[in-house]
């Protein structure tokens, strides 16, 4: 059996950046997930800052003992550190679940703008779980763990109810307050992902009352914009908003 470690956080510093970004990753992803644009902003003169979320990259039984209170505190320590650096300038950008905390965080600190990718503006308990069983199967292959124990262990999602709700209820509380962003943001959905991510793009959109807003879908991208096929063009789009905006 293969022993999986917790991923560790990403900190990419540069000495003469008087911007930082916080970049966080998805539900039942990993520090991974935007650890290729990290690099991309680093080496363009940016402090690039990536926080693990608690439980992610192992066991789904050890992910199912937070939940997403705790990924929000990660988030926020994420950004309090930079801001203890001295940044002054701290643009947030995430992906998916990482979206929607970046949206909170500009909801509730001082930050210099957001990029929002794939973010949904509600979710419910079959997507949950869905995404739940994909990573608990994946996570037990990787484990190197049998069937009986991988089936064993996508059986406790149903232990995860009260997760789930807090999930959702923060989902909405989020999005009622999307209103109140008073900064630059940019909105990024893939054209290859569910078509639910393009409705949710166009309804943050619709919401934002800043006038420094944009909205763009990609042909190539699916869901983790950040990697695979069209994540040069949102490498691209995302280094020339932060330089915009600079």
């Not at 320590?77 to 905390?101: F, M």
């Not at 739940?132 to 990787?142: D, I, K």
């Not at 893939?190 to 042909?219: F, P, T, V, W």
């Amino acid at each position: 059996m293969i022993k999986v470690k917790e991923p560790n956080p990403i900190y990419l510093e540069n000495e003469d950046a008087q911007h930082a970004v916080l970049l966080l990753h998805s539900f039942t992803g990993t520090v991974r997930d935007v650890k290729l644009l990290a690099t991309k902003l680093n080496k363009a003169g940016y402090t690039c800052l990536v926080p693990a979320y608690r439980g992610h990259g192992l066991m789904i039984s050890e992910l199912m003992q937070y939940t997403i209170q705790d990924w929000w505190q990660d988030a926020l320590a994420g950004y309090q550190q930079l801001k203890n650096e001295g940044y002054k300038k701290i643009t947030v950008l995430g992906v998916s679940l990482g979206g929607l905390l970046s949206l909170k965080l500009a909801e509730e600190q001082k930050v210099h703008s957001v990029v929002a990718m794939s973010t949904p503006y509600k979710k419910d308990d079959a997507s949950l779980e869905m995404r739940l069983r994909h990573y608990g199967s994946r996570m037990g292959q990787l484990i190197g763990l049998d069937n009986d124990e991988i089936n064993r262990q996508i059986e406790l999602i149903p232990q995860y109810e009260a997760g789930l709700y807090e999930f959702k209820r923060m989902v909405d509380d989020i999005m009622s307050n999307v209103k109140h962003i008073d900064v630059p943001i940019a909105i990024k959905y893939g054209k290859e992902d569910e078509l639910s991510y393009e409705k949710s793009a166009n309804y943050i959109y619709k919401q934002i009352q800043h006038s420094e807003k944009s909205i763009k879908g990609y042909d190539l991208a699916h869901h983790l914009m950040t990697q695979g096929k069209g994540k040069e063009a949102v490498e691209q789009d995302t280094l020339a908003f932060l330089a915009q905006f600079n």
